[in-house]
């Protein structure tokens, strides 16, 4: 899909079309994480994509310390 740059007031900013909004199920006031990769593409998600990395992150520690965790639980 070819988005087109414009001036919006001070800035330069993209209009997305309804489909595309409809599609990431946006609404008003929701927020876009960019990441630009090596090659210079650029990816557009509305999840955080660093949210799955900490997730793994805590599932290790929690298979790590599942004793002490249970434990504490009590």
Do not use: C, W
Not at 14 to 38: E, H
Not at 49 to 56: A, L, Q, R, S
């Amino acid at each position: 899909m070819k988005l087109e740059v414009q001036q919006i007031g001070d800035s330069l900013g993209v209009i997305l079309p309804d489909d595309l909004v409809g599609r990431l199920k946006l609404d008003q006031g929701a927020s876009l994480y960019a990441t630009v990769n090596a090659d210079g593409s650029l990816d557009l998600t509305p999840h955080d994509p660093t949210f799955g990395k900490g997730m793994k992150i805590a599932e290790k520690a929690m298979d790590t310390y599942r004793v002490a965790l249970t434990e504490l639980k009590k």
